[in-house]
């Protein structure tokens, strides 16, 4: 056992050493202060290691992020923020009280702005709760991702209005109501937008469709 142990030891460590994806999985809980520490251990140790790759995917899906415990783990994230492509945010805020929720998605937004987090092309925020106020939180992640290819929204309860307004942003009416639109969306660059199992009806949808057939 002990054998099987250090080779399924040595495995994961070869791997993460090696990997381009930063992770922390785990149980889907509330992940408390006390385990940033640890994550934090493992993410520099895998950041430092010789010959390291650049990190291109950060997987925190399926595991709910208070920002209290995000705070802790800001300086492995600012490091890794250029080269990402791929934020994989699956699932994050369930179990937590809503303003709670504000914070930590107002979190990604800071920590992955344009300017900070240049190169993100695919973004998934599938099975977070998104109402409007939620929107005011991400601009950042999504009316202004710089080089946007793929957004994936799968069960986010979106309503009606939150479609209305959501597209009329990525169209590029900053208002998000219709009333000031312009050229500067970025639903042209969009290769692929994943919408399945929201509240949004035909007429939510048919505002997605007018939008990306433009």
Same mark, same amino acid.
């Given at each position: #056992?002990?054998?099987d142990t250090n080779a399924a030891q040595y495995v994961y460590q070869t791997y993460?050493?090696?990997s381009s994806t930063l992770s922390a999985p785990g149980p889907r809980i509330v992940v408390p202060e006390s385990e940033a520490n640890t994550i934090l251990s493992k993410w520099t140790a895998q950041l430092d290691a010789p010959g390291c790759p650049p990190i291109t !995917? $950060?997987?925190l899906s399926c595991r709910a992020w208070p920002l209290p415990t995000l705070l802790l783990l800001e300086p492995a994230l600012q490091r890794i923020a250029p080269t990402v492509t791929? +934020? #994989?945010l699956d699932d994050i805020i369930a179990s937590l009280e809503t303003e709670d929720g504000f914070a !930590? $998605?107002?979190f990604f937004n800071r920590i992955f702005s344009p300017e900070k987090a240049p190169n993100v092309t695919r973004l998934d925020l599938s099975d977070n709760a998104l109402g409007t106020r939620s +929107?005011?939180?991400i601009p950042n992640l999504l009316e202004n991702a710089p080089k946007p290819a793929e957004l994936s929204l799968h069960n986010c309860g979106m309503s009606l209005e939150v479609a209305a307004q959501l597209s009329a942003r990525l169209g590029g009416d900053k208002s998000g109501d219709g009333t000031n639109s312009s050229t500067?969306?970025?639903a042209g660059q969009l290769q692929a937008l994943y919408l399945g199992r929201n509240q949004m009806g035909p007429e939510g949808a048919t505002s997605f469709g007018r939008l990306l057939a433009q």
């Open positions: #056992k002990t054998k993460a050493m090696t !995917t $950060l997987d791929f +934020l #994989k !930590t $998605l107002g +929107l005011d939180v500067g969306g970025i």
